[in-house]
């Protein structure tokens, strides 16, 4: 398809859902993984001042319906495997008025629809202040919520992409591997505003990354660390000529050091690393250069989430919201282009969410350096407290990742009579190799200090659990292996 192609249907769509009665502001809902067809629903709702929510076609059928309303969608556009999986579950959902499906066999048909209406702009006035799409977040400590983004907030957002990223014209090839409706959108209008060319994948196989990146020359992507692991580490993309990549854009979780190691091996020096969330983005970036210096021997770089995106500002608060001094750990805030408007319907939680002046408490634990450079060390709550000791998950699962036998690893606190709980990983061995429980602990001693390096090692054959976007859910993990201790001392690191 070319770009006036997408535009005239984009357009098709904005007028399809007009004649359904569905007005500017109004939520609707996508459902499905990356199609042709997500471009110009992304397009097309934006264009007509829609709000967009996009759901993730992983999640199971009760959470997208407690989603569907609570932001009170009246459309669902969605393909049939998914309308089907959820028709009975939808069944008496009195907010969602029409669903629309793109591949034929649902109440609505999307190409039906799209085939009766004029392909001419219809030219809907949109104000910065409206609100463009609704992501709700991965939900990890409770039911997720809605973040609302402004037009003038996403402009900003890709405004800050085609800064921070390398100029791209329409000799560029985009593939598409991380989720549309998530990170793999994220950097879409900055694309668009280059005519760069998109190559869509439904669903991420690193094999299939690999064929996809050699045929057609693709030359960036955006993909979550555990999918840029995958990519290396795939024996079928071993066998692919990837060297037309210039740009590999990890977001939305930690990557080890010795992944980008990796990667540098493998690409060249392609890795951008950036760092934020739904609610904030983008917040910092690590660029290649700052990496290969990294590589090079200014090894704390390799840890770094980088420094701030040039409209961004981040902070580090103690508990009372005071600044804390360089290099001091507390509660990672930020002020980033992207920062949302509210939490959809949640007046407390949004108030909370946001400091005095305006910035974005992540909910991050790390600290900055005197250089500048931000440091994410665990999310809060996260951390191990071993006899009154904080360990935090990042330092030690770099150090156990760092083994050349190591695929993947959680840090986790195993429960212990005496100290609470002690620090401990999970681990999963990469094919064709082995290691001890001893073995890892011993490595592990060699590149922490004592109170940091694993007690237990645990090793398991399946891989660690994932979220829909590809984040090690470390929670899991725990829960899983740890039952929480009894009558565990406290203490304050």
Known sequence: MTYGEVYERSCRLVNALLALGIRPQDRVATLGPNTPRSLEQIGGLALGGF?????????????????LEHVGARALITDSHHYH??????????????????????????EDMLGSVSGEDPEIAVRPQDMIHMTFTSGTTGRPKATVQTHRSWLAVTAENMIQLPPMTRDDRYLAASPLSHGGGSVLFALIARAVSNIVMPTYDPGQAAELIERHGVTVTVMAPTMVHRLIHDPAAARRDLSSVRVIFAIGAAISEQVIREVAGTFGDVLHLGYGQSEALPATILTPQEIRRGIDGEESLL??????????????LDTADREVPAGELG?????????????WAEPQATA???????????????????????FVVGREGDEIVSAGTKVWPA???????????????????????????????????????????EEIIAWCRERLPAPASPVRVVFQTDPLPKSPVGKMLRRAVQERYCAPARDAPSGDA
Not at 331 to 343: C, F, Q, S, W, Y
């Open 51 to 67: 709000v967009r929510v996009p759901l993730h076609y992983r999640n199971p059928a009760e959470l997208q319906r407690f989603m």
């Open 85 to 110: 999986a959820l028709r009975d579950t939808l069944a008496d959902l009195s907010t969602l008025e029409f669903v629309i499906v793109d591949d034929g066999g649902g109440p609505l048909r999307y």
């Open 303 to 316: 840890r770094s989430s980088g420094r701030p995106v040039a409209g961004a500002a981040v902070k580090i």
């Open 331 to 343: 509660e990672i805030a930020v002020d980033t282009p992207g920062n949302m408007k509210e939490l």
């Open 352 to 374: 909370a969410r946001f400091t005095s002046d305006g910035f974005i408490r992540t909910g991050d634990i790390g600290y900055v350096d005197d250089r500048g450079y931000l």
């Open 395 to 437: 330092e030690l699962e770099n150090a156990v990742a760092s083994h050349p036998g190591v695929l993947e690893v959680a840090a986790v606190g195993f429960a212990d009579s005496a100290a609470g709980q002690v620090p401990g990983a999970v681990v999963v061995l990469k094919d064709g190799h082995s290691a001890s429980e």
